[in-house]
């Protein structure tokens, strides 16, 4: 996935079988100071505040088939809560077939602790919140980072695709065959969706279309196993982040934002 460029701060178990991305925009980030912190990971998707040493426990289990036996397991490296919210560094344990996808393990995880890594000084956290989601259909594996920067409300997107028969990262037009589209059909539908989606917030939609092309978009398979499109958008001037753009992504079957 294209990484979108900023200029300030800012398990499941699944059966993959052929190839072919709900909501609300996230919640605000807190602000930088914070009241407690934890590093550890839970079982499920609730809070644990106790634990401060780090764990690889699962954060979250689902169960789908289809030809490949994959394994997702989103793990929390680092856990911040400020009273009222919950946010987490995570990062991926793929398996496929039984066996650790190690190397897309390691490329990724060496991704978000680089790119989006969140710290700890004393009682404060500074960095990034990170979720992860995912799907497949077939032989293809699409994993979707979600980073939140905590000190601003600031947030993006990247989406990676992986064939399940080599374990190799699939560029975006091979991506865009398996979904039984061709390029035209991508970008027309991400220009139908993008006209939707800028008109809601402060998004200058022109420069947005205008940056339909695959330096800017990438096509992905949603956790339901269909089409879904990541999109890069771009801030009005009179945004909080006037001349920064960020990635979004939609469901092609619904139009509608797809939540990380």
Partial sequence: MKKTILTSALCLTLMATGCVNNGAAPTSAPETTATSATETATETTAATTEATTESSAPETSETKKTAHQVTVEVLKKMTYSDGNNEFSSVYPKITVDG???????????????????????????????????????????????????????????????????????????????????????????????????????????????????????????????????????????????????????FSIHTMDYEVV
């Fill in 99 to 249: 066996k650790e996808a190690s190397a897309i393990n390691k490329t990724l995880t060496d991704h978000i602790q680089k790119d989006y890594p969140m710290e700890k000084d004393g009682v404060n956290i500074d960095g990034w919140a990170t979720k992860i989601s995912w799907g497949a259909n077939e032989n293809t594996l699409s994993v979707v980072i979600l980073a939140s920067d905590m000190s601003t409300d600031y947030f993006t997107t990247e989406v990676f695709n992986y064939d399940l028969d080599t374990l190799e990262k699939i560029d975006d037009g091979e991506v865009t065959k398996r979904l039984g589209m061709t390029d035209s059909d991508l970008f027309a539908k991400t220009k139908e969706i993008l006209k939707k989606y800028c008109t809601e917030g402060h998004y200058n939609t022109d420069k947005s279309l205008a940056e339909v092309n695959y330096d800017k978009i990438t096509p992905y398979i949603t956790r339901d196993g269909k089409a879904g499109v990541a999109a890069t958008v771009y801030y009005e001037r009179d945004s909080q982040f006037s001349g920064m753009d960020s990635v979004r992504t």
